[in-house]
């Protein structure tokens, strides 16, 4: 079983950026898609981006599109979420998560690890 954990999150102003890394442990992580998702206060978990083993095939939420990038280093078991001109809506907590293809993390949900999550806060 992988564990994952999520690290850099932190308070940031409107326009800022952060970068959020995931480091996976328990098997190696270059066959499996990663991506992932946030909650934001009093809604549902929502995918954010995600990336295939290869890092061939990527897709992004069409919120974060242009402002975020996903990324992913196999040789450190670990994943990365650049996030740029972050928004008062972007405040959630992010999860990192791996699933079997991104098309179907992003259209269907289907995650197969959760991180704990690192919690990212944009002030107006």
Do not use: H
């Not at 690290?7 to 991506?35: E, N």
């Amino acid at each position: 079983q992988v564990q994952l954990v999520e690290s850099g999150g932190g308070m940031v102003q409107a326009g800022g950026s952060l970068r959020l890394s995931c480091v996976a442990s328990g098997r190696t992580i270059s066959y499996t898609a990663m991506g992932w998702f946030r909650q934001a206060p009093g809604k549902e978990r929502a995918f954010v981006a995600a990336i295939s083993g290869s890092g061939g095939t990527i897709d992004y939420e069409d919120s974060v599109k242009g402002r975020f990038n996903i990324s992913r280093e196999n040789a450190k078991n670990t994943m990365y979420l650049q996030m740029n001109s972050l928004k008062p809506e972007d405040t959630a907590v992010y999860y990192c998560v791996t699933g079997s293809r991104v098309v179907t993390m992003k259209t269907r949900g289907y995650v197969e690890a959760w991180g704990q999550g690192t919690l990212v806060t944009v002030s107006s």
